[in-house]
C-alpha cells in the first residue's frame, strides 16, 4: 500500500496535471477566440476545405464577397461558385499544384455572385496535414480585386484612346495637308520620309484630291532632309495615282540629288518648280485660265 507520502505525492502531481491541461486549454480558447475575431474583423475572406475541396469552413466575409451565407458554401467546392469555363481553367492551374500539396498565392479568378454579377478574387492557400502527416485539405483566403481590375481595364482603355489620338496627331503632322485655293492642295514636307510615312503621305495625298475634287496638289521638298528609291517610287505611284483621279501633281524645291533619282526612275512627265511659291502662282493662273 502506498505510503502518506506517496499518497500526497500522487495528488500533487494529478493536480498539477489538472492545472496544466486546465491552462492549456485556457491558451487554447483565448487563441481561438482571437482567431475568430481576426476572422471576423479581416477584409479577407477566409475559408478551409477537406482533402477533396469541399469546404468545410467559411468566414462571415463571404457575404460581401458572393452575397451568400457562410452555411450555404459549405458542401460545396470552390469551382460551384465560377462560371462553367472559368472553373475548368481554374481546375488545370490547380491540378498539378495540389497534387503536389503545394501553397499557391494571388491566384485569379472570376466568380459568380448570387445576383449574377461577376466578381474577381484572388485566392492564395496553404496545404492541411493532420497530426499523422496525412493530406488533409487547404486553408486559405480570398480577396476581392474586382475594383481593382475595373481601374485597370479603364487605364488600358484611356491609354489605348491616348496611343489612337496621338497616332492621329502625328499621322496629321507627318502628312500635314493645306487648301490654298479651291481645287488647289499643298503638302509641305519636313525632315525625313522613310517607307513607312511615304506611305501615309501618299494615302493622304490620294484621299485629300478624292475627297475635294482637287485640281492641283503641290508636294513641296523643300524642307525634306533625306529620301532613298524605294520613297521616291511611292512619290511617283502618288503622282499616277492623282492623275486618273484627275488632279495634276506639282513638285517644288526638288533639290539636284532628287532630279537625279527622278531621271534613274524614268517616271516620265512631272512638273517640278523650283519654290513654294510659283507653285502655288503656277497651279492659280491654271485654275484661272480653265
Not at 154 to 169: C, K, V
Request: charge should be negative.
Amino acid at each position: 500500500m502506498p505510503t502518506d507520502t506517496g499518497v500526497a505525492f500522487l495528488v500533487d502531481e494529478t493536480a498539477g496535471e489538472l492545472a496544466r491541461l486546465r491552462e492549456e486549454n485556457r491558451l487554447l480558447r483565448q487563441d481561438q477566440r482571437r482567431l475568430a475575431m481576426l476572422v471576423e474583423v479581416t477584409n479577407d475572406w477566409v475559408w478551409e476545405v477537406d482533402a477533396k475541396g469541399v469546404y468545410t469552413f467559411v468566414s462571415p466575409r463571404i457575404r460581401d464577397f458572393l452575397g451568400y451565407e457562410p452555411e450555404e458554401a459549405l458542401g460545396k467546392t470552390p469551382l460551384d461558385f465560377m462560371p462553367p469555363e472559368e472553373a475548368a481553367r481554374v481546375g488545370a492551374l490547380l491540378g498539378p499544384i495540389l497534387a503536389a500539396r503545394a501553397p499557391f498565392k494571388d491566384l485569379e479568378n472570376v466568380n459568380r455572385h448570387k445576383d449574377g454579377r461577376h466578381v474577381v478574387l484572388e485566392t492564395s492557400g496553404v496545404p492541411l496535414f493532420d497530426e499523422a502527416g496525412r493530406y488533409a485539405g487547404y486553408r486559405g483566403v480570398d480577396r476581392d480585386v474586382t475594383m481593382r481590375k475595373l481601374a485597370e481595364s479603364e487605364r488600358a482603355r484611356m491609354q489605348e484612346e491616348i496611343i489612337r489620338a496621338q497616332e492621329s496627331m502625328l499621322e496629321e503632322l507627318e502628312t500635314p495637308l493645306l487648301p490654298v485655293a479651291e481645287g488647289v492642295l499643298v503638302m509641305p514636307l519636313i525632315g525625313s520620309v522613310d517607307k513607312r510615312r511615304a506611305g501615309r503621305i501618299v494615302d493622304a495625298l490620294l484621299t485629300a484630291v478624292s475627297s475635294r475634287a482637287a485640281t492641283f496638289a503641290i508636294i513641296d521638298l523643300t524642307g525634306l532632309r533625306a529620301v532613298d528609291h524605294a520613297v521616291m517610287e511611292l512619290f511617283c505611284e502618288a503622282v499616277r495615282g492623282a492623275r486618273l483621279l484627275g488632279a495634276e501633281v506639282i513638285l517644288t524645291g526638288v533639290r539636284p540629288e532628287v532630279a537625279r533619282m527622278m531621271v534613274e526612275l524614268d517616271v516620265g512627265e512631272m512638273r517640278t518648280l523650283s519654290t513654294l511659291a510659283r507653285g502655288i502662282t503656277f497651279a492659280l493662273g491654271a485654275r484661272k485660265r480653265r
